[in-house]
């Protein structure tokens, strides 16, 4: 890298990106307070009479390489007629956190913890999500457990919730799990010592495996995603390493999909509203159809998630090397998701990717408000207590919910263009091959498929989402995160 890129403060742009898009980075004295009082009382584990203790389990928990604010664990066991209890905890987060309390507040404004690549801005005070609510390895902490009985043919035929005093035996990362998993590494070294948690781990990846299987069945989306992470030296943007799915990711996913499908249900059953998380139909079907057929498939005419997944299924297989950016495309015209309240006896909207009807955000209390709430909600179910929430609650939340995630993304958007800019600056003039992925009335946008970074594609005519072309590179500022190609 050059020089004159490191009087890039990436950092405090993040800040000043997050003001911008109305979000409040700084924690009040308010809070503060509160954090000083917590630390002064007695840990809720110590009173937690109602809860189950499960700390002689073989937990463990998997999450990115530098992950502190774990907000589940997982444990299975075989059973007697072969199928496979799955148990997910869920760090308690209410148990430290009251409703209405200044923490709450601001969880409640904020809604999100944002990953903005050089920086995160955690939605709770880090003295709890990555402390005493992070469900850290030899720690002892309280969860609410869904526990799931997976058949062999990968259906969920029993469920139940309760709460429990868990121990996180193996804090372990997915990238060292995934490569073991699926046979391309040896084992990390917590699982080479360890023939119980190898065991432990095969079973959970089975597990996993039936209810993906069962997942696709019923037409959910089989798209390969990537993230890219920015690479620091002494505190500089040097580069990019992308992180794909692998067989560990695949796990926890599919373990989350069904804890949150399970927590939906049960509220249902139990008649309280609650928030779901929704991806309605496709905003733009008709380009989907549209490139099936520059495939030599035909889609229906209106939204069908099982047609689409079998041509995604056709397309991995005939054309692997390529499907990620097919998988991008579609990801693109299917467009973002939605929080939106369920009432009892109202038909539940439901999730086009997924392929479920009942779908709601529940696993990730340190990280997202709405969990938090879901939270609130089974544990008032759990104690027989009427729900801590209106309906018009209810509302205000979920519709604050999804306006912050739209601005996350923004944020996280953008200081991914800045961190791919100062990547990108000593590249200017190599061309790449790329792939449309937006097009709106501000231009049009193009990934470069090598590099993994977006920018404008400057005067572009005639082009839509999908189209696959090849570019040059132009300009890279990273003060602004502009990032330009021009179409070869």
Not at 233 to 239: A, F, N, P, Q
Not at 349 to 359: D, E, I, M, S, T
Request: hydrophobic residues 40%; aromatic residues 6%; proline residues 5%.
């Amino acid at each position: 890298m050059n020089n004159h890129t490191n009087h890039f403060d990436l950092q405090a742009i993040a800040r000043q990106v997050m003001l911008q898009n109305g979000f409040q980075p700084d924690f009040s004295p308010e809070v503060q307070e509160q954090l000083a009082r917590l630390q002064h009382r007695p840990s809720p584990a110590s009173n937690a009479t109602d809860a189950k203790d499960l700390r002689n389990l073989l937990w463990s928990s998997i999450d990115n390489d530098t992950s502190r604010d774990l907000d589940q664990i997982e444990v299975a066991e075989r059973q007697s007629d072969g199928s496979i209890k799955v148990m997910i905890g869920i760090a308690d987060v209410d148990a430290f956190v009251e409703k209405g309390s200044p923490i709450d507040q601001h969880a409640a404004r904020e809604t999100t913890t944002i990953y903005a690549g050089v920086r995160n801005f955690p939605m709770l005070p880090e003295q709890l999500s990555t402390g005493a609510t992070s469900l850290l390895e030899n720690s002892d902490n309280l969860c609410v457990v869904a526990e799931l009985v997976v058949n062999d043919g990968g259906e969920v035929h029993g469920q139940s919730f309760y709460r429990a005093l868990v121990r996180n035996h193996a804090q372990l990362a997915y990238n060292a799990v995934g490569a073991w998993l699926e046979g391309s590494a040896p084992a990390p070294t917590k699982v080479a010592v360890s023939p119980e948690l190898q065991a432990q781990l095969k079973l959970q990846d089975e597990a996993a495996q039936l209810l993906k299987r069962e997942r696709y069945r019923h037409g959910a989306l089989n798209l390969e995603t990537s993230e890219l992470h920015p690479i620091l030296l002494s505190d500089h943007t040097v580069g990019l390493e992308k992180q794909r799915k692998n067989r560990a990711t695949e796990l926890i996913e599919d373990f989350m999909i069904a804890a949150n499908g399970a927590v939906a249900q049960q509220l249902e059953a139990s008649r309280i509203p609650s928030i779901r998380r929704v991806v309605k139909t496709p905003e733009r079907w008709d380009r989907i159809v549209e490139l099936a057929s520059q495939h030599g498939a035909k889609l229906p005419t209106q939204p069908d998630s099982k047609a689409l997944n079998d041509f995604l299924v056709q397309q991995k297989a005939a054309d692997p090397d390529r499907f990620a950016d097919l998988s991008l495309a579609v990801i693109k015209l299917i467009g973002p998701g939605e929080y939106v309240v369920e009432r009892p006896g109202e038909p539940a909207p439901g999730h086009f990717g997924l392929a479920v009807q009942n779908y709601t955000h529940s696993t990730a209390p340190n990280r997202r408000f709405a969990d938090m709430v879901a939270q609130r909600l089974v544990k008032s179910m759990l104690s027989g207590r009427p729900s801590p929430y209106s309906e018009d609650e209810l509302e205000s939340v979920a519709r604050n919910c999804t306006e912050k995630e739209d601005a996350a993304r923004k944020v996280e958007r953008a200081m991914s263009k800045r961190i791919a800019a100062v990547t990108m600056m000593h590249r200017i003039g190599e061309t790449f091959d790329a792939i449309v992925t937006g097009v709106t009335p501000g231009g049009t946008f193009v990934r470069a498929l090598q590099a993994q970074v977006e920018g404008l594609l400057v005067h572009a005519h005639g082009l839509d989402v999908g189209d696959k072309l090849r570019v040059k590179l132009i300009s890279a500022d990273p003060q602004r995160g502009y990032i330009d190609f021009s179409q070869l």
